[in-house]
């Protein structure tokens, strides 16, 4: 048909501000709490005070005789346990039988406004035999007198236990000319996204069941409620409104959108759910708090021989993505490296505190600061510059990795050049004065996972529906998430760079399960690659139906026919063409309304063993950041000037996005080491509140310099990769190698607060090692 | 319910007299009274800064507030520095510049935002980064913020 699309494009690669964006600025954009139904009620939870405990009994015949009470729900009325993997569901809505963390939901009342809900809460009487608290993950790595779930390995609180071994890692230390070891400690960190979770649900005489939700995976909270419910999925429709951020902490179907749901079930009203910020802290599945020991070995160039790593995983009260995480924190260790040996051992252990879960790089994060620091080490170890060893060691494009990664476009090298030249690092390195220094850290994550999970690899992860009518516009039915990374605004461009008309054309429906097809969500940093791909495919499809309608109406045949701006024209031949809407009217004579499809299936692919899945992907993205700091070596107070960001997400499709994205990362990925910690008194959380835990203001952003120097994926839609979450994890190293250049102190422990600075400052004069001139 | 006694607020240049509980949240009073819904939520604590809107004027944090304090001032929300046609100079470099993702911060930084400029119309970056300090974006990582506001600063009103 009409020829493939070739550079430059019209709007891909450029800077197009979000096609939403006038409704966000306005205040018109439409989240959950903006829903308003009918004689809705309000919903309000029963949280555990208790971190551990059995239920003897649940007195709620005083709450539900209140007035203007409508439902008041325990656990046993929908036991069915659910999760995000289907391999560990050992959630349920409410509590059955005993509750596992504080802020555990216990009970639910469906009221006529939230003064009498909350006061039914309190009138329930709840008995409990207290059980033993598990906060230390190390702990529940022995046998326990009372395991928080029954699924623990062998009467531990082991969760999940990752074993693998590629090559032979001990004749590669033997044969090693250096090696270090390095243990880190990660305070575990939350999304902290600014709306707080909502649901919506309004079950109907029709026997259906509409529920509009701030999700971040439509479609796994759509399994979630038909499993837990006992409703087929065809009876339920999920809606997702405009979400105001997610991170990762609305990924997993949540116990209070089924609560909301059994709610209206149960009282045939429209019942309202809405968090508090309280419930947003102890709901969490943010980073799990992780204690990392990495050995890596090399030789006399620097090349590695071989990673040795063991990882402690602190789960909390469930298991939500946590069998990913534990796989993830192995085996994303080694890109952008080429890593011969392999030994990994991780173990995440349930903990009565709140859950973790995935959270923005996902288990690519706390791996990836120990790996970097280890690596500036052996640098300095060997007087070999941070750059030229990572260079040394870079995976070459289109190879296979020692656990059998497919890699195919990587621009590794090309970041280091980049960041390496702007930063002025051959001027700065070791070489600022004391208190001040540069740092390189990099990166590689997953633009995708492989695996559906809930589905054959062979369903698509993705489909694209698109419909253009007399009116000319084209709407676009996809089930995409767009949370604020601008998915709705590239699946607009891509169809209409395709097709060849304004962007104005194109109308994104509103995510709606009734009209939209599947696409398994905002994960996994996924969504411009599969939904790019499938957008792409279904833009092609309806180009060819205009196409083939300019043909019959200018007497040539498609294939000299090339689509231009809003119009289709006879190649060589400008004076001959027909209007985007003559075509348009001429294809849809005698059919109606043009449909166009598309779909995106990921190609098979990672090895024959335990585990060979997680973290293949059909692309990965790859960094390299120059952080430079500057730090109050009295006050240990420092500040972090300026990041230079080299990225890799192939082609950058949008760079408004891209940058944004970028900039995100960084503020997020800086308050984790700066001072971003879930702060707990055994199993206690003592900072739920936005005020006790630390983001990062305004004033501490450094300046930011995007280099974009990907090359064109040979998979990705126009060569784009995943930028959503790939730039942060070389955030935080490059900050913390910076931080060992200014100080000569390396920080393995995260948050890095002032207070470590100045201790960390002392003990190295303690050990009479001067640095930079400070005795 | 018929005892409450009543709130007479201006909101958006229009005179409102509202039933009003003496306990009564003026971000309740906005958003569930109201459906004035372009005003966020996001902490109940006064800790986002999602939730701003203008007491005479002046950006104020709603979901500290009773509702009855503003009896007799003036409120001003989203909905009302929004032009009837376009965006302000505020709103359109936000859209423009990138400096909204998610949005759901967006309002109460757009509040702040126009306050600032108009008073401060030479506002410096460190001025901005002072003035948007109480308002809380995860998203942008505030740079993009910072630079919408100082291009709107540039443009006429």
Not at chain 1, 613 to 636: C, I, K, L, M, N
Request: proline residues 6%; charged residues 20%.
């Amino acid at each position: 048909m009409a020829e493939a699309h070739t550079p430059p494009y019209r709007l891909i690669g450029g800077r197009i501000p979000y096609i939403e964006g006038p409704l966000k600025v306005t205040g018109r954009a439409e989240y959950t709490d903006d829903i308003r139904r009918p004689g809705q009620l309000v919903a309000r939870l029963l949280r555990s005070p208790w971190p551990h405990a059995r239920l003897r009994s649940i007195d709620v015949s005083r709450a539900k005789a209140m007035p203007g009470v409508a439902a008041v729900m325990t656990g046993e009325k929908y036991p069915t346990p659910f999760g995000v993997l289907p391999i560990t569901h050992d959630e349920t809505a409410i509590a059955v039988g005993k509750v596992r963390y504080i802020g555990d939901i216990v009970a639910a009342v469906a009221a006529v406004d939230e003064a009498t809900a909350d006061r039914a809460l309190r009138a329930i009487v709840v008995d409990v035999e207290p059980l033993p608290e598990y906060t230390d993950p190390r702990t529940g790595t022995e046998k326990v007198a009372e395991p928080i779930h029954a699924r623990g390995l062998n009467g531990t609180n082991i969760q999940k236990e990752v074993v693998q071994h590629f090559g032979d890692v001990d004749a590669a230390f033997a044969k090693a000319h250096a090696s270090v070891r390095v243990r880190g400690n990660f305070a575990g960190v939350t999304h902290a996204f600014t709306e707080p979770m909502a649901t919506i649900a309004e079950a109907t005489p029709d026997g259906r069941l509409t529920v509009w939700s701030a999700t971040q995976v439509p479609h796994y909270l759509h399994r979630a409620l038909s499993e837990v419910l006992g409703i087929p999925m065809h009876r339920i429709r999920v809606i997702k409104p405009e979400v105001g951020g997610g991170f990762g902490g609305k990924s997993d179907p949540l116990p209070h959108e089924i609560i909301c749901a059994a709610l209206s079930i149960e009282t045939g009203r429209p019942v309202k759910l809405l968090f508090d910020r309280e419930d947003v802290f102890v709901t969490n599945h943010g980073r799990h708090p992780t204690q990392n020991d990495v050995r890596i070995a090399v030789d006399r160039d620097g090349k590695i021989l071989a990673y040795d790593i063991e990882a402690l995983i602190d789960g909390g009260a469930w298991s939500s993505f946590g069998t990913v995480t534990t796989y993830y924190n192995g085996v994303l260790s080694m890109g952008p490296y080429r890593v011969p040996n392999f030994r990994y051992r991780g173990r995440r252990v349930y903990t009565t505190k709140p859950p973790s879960g995935a959270m923005r790089a996902h288990g690519g994060t706390n791996i990836r600061y120990s790996v970097e620091l280890a690596l500036d080490d052996l640098a300095e170890r060997l007087q070999i510059d941070p750059f030229d060893l990572r260079e040394r060691n870079a995976l070459p494009p289109h190879s296979t990795t020692v656990n059998q990664f497919r890699i195919t476009s990587t621009s590794f090298v090309k970041c280091l050049h980049a960041a390496r030249e702007r930063s002025g690092w051959d001027a700065k390195f070791r070489q600022l004065p004391y208190g001040k220094g540069v740092g390189l850290g990099c990166g590689f994550y997953i633009s995708g996972s492989n695996s559906p999970i809930h589905f054959t690899p062979k369903m698509p992860q993705c489909t694209v529906h698109l419909k253009a009518d007399m009116d000319g516009g084209i709407a676009v039915h996809c089930m995409q998430a767009d949370i604020g990374q601008g998915s709705n605004t590239l699946l607009a461009m891509i169809v209409a760079e395709v097709v060849g008309v304004d962007l104005d054309r194109l109308h994104v429906v509103r995510v709606d399960s009734d009209v939209s097809p599947v696409d398994i969500g905002s994960y996994s940093s996924r969504v411009t690659f599969m939904m790019g791909n499938a957008a792409r495919q279904a833009a092609e499809s309806l180009r060819d139906q205009l196409v083939r309608a300019a043909g019959r109406i200018t007497g040539y045949p498609p294939e000299k026919l090339e689509v231009g701006h809003e119009k289709i024209s006879v190649r060589h031949r400008p004076d001959v063409s027909v209007s985007y809407l003559e075509a348009l009217h001429g294809a849809m004579e005698r059919t109606g309304a043009l449909l166009a499809t598309g779909a995106y299936t990921s190609p098979p692919m990672g090895g024959d063993f335990k585990g060979a899945r997680a973290g293949t992907a059909p692309a990965y993205s790859f960094a390299a950041y120059v952080a430079q700091v500057d730090v109050d070596v009295e006050t240990g107070i420092y500040r972090v000037e300026k990041v230079w960001a080299a990225f890799d997400c192939g082609r950058a499709l949008n760079r408004l996005a891209v940058e944004g994205q970028i900039e995100g990362s960084i503020h997020m990925g800086l308050g984790q080491l700066m001072g971003e910690a879930m702060n707990y008194r055994g199993s206690r959380l003592m900072n739920p509140s936005l005020l006790e835990y630390k983001i990062p203001m305004p004033q501490q952003m450094p300046e930011v310099e995007c280099l974009l120097v990907g090359d064109d994926d040979p998979e990705g839609p126009f060569g784009g990769k995943e930028a959503g979450e790939g730039p942060l994890i070389a955030t935080l190293p490059a900050a913390g190698n910076a931080l060992y250049d200014a100080v000569g102190v390396r920080f393995h422990d995260l948050p890095i607060t002032p207070e470590k600075v100045v201790r960390g400052i002392e003990l190295r004069h303690q050990a009479g090692r001067p640095w930079k001139g400070d005795g | 319910m018929s005892s409450r006694p009543m709130a007479r607020i201006r909101i958006n240049g229009s005179a409102v007299e509202v039933a009003c509980a003496p306990e009564r949240i003026l971000l309740d009073l906005l958003r569930e009274d109201l459906n004035l819904t372009g005003t966020k939520r996001g902490c109940d604590l006064g800790t986002c800064g999602c939730c701003t809107v203008w007491l005479d004027g002046r950006p104020v944090l709603s979901c500290l507030m009773l509702a009855r304090l503003a009896d007799g001032h003036e409120v001003t929300t989203i909905e009302g520095v929004t032009p009837a046609n376009g965006l302000s100079s505020v709103q359109k470099a936000f859209v423009e510049l990138g400096a909204t993702q998610c949005g759901f911060c967006t309002p109460g930084f757009v509040m702040t935002a126009t306050a600032l400029l108009r008073d401060r119309p030479g506002a410096t970056r460190e001025e901005i980064e002072r003035a948007i300090s109480g308002n809380l974006c995860r998203c942008t990582g505030f740079l993009k913020i910072v630079d919408a506001i100082q291009a709107a600063a540039k443009e006429p009103a």
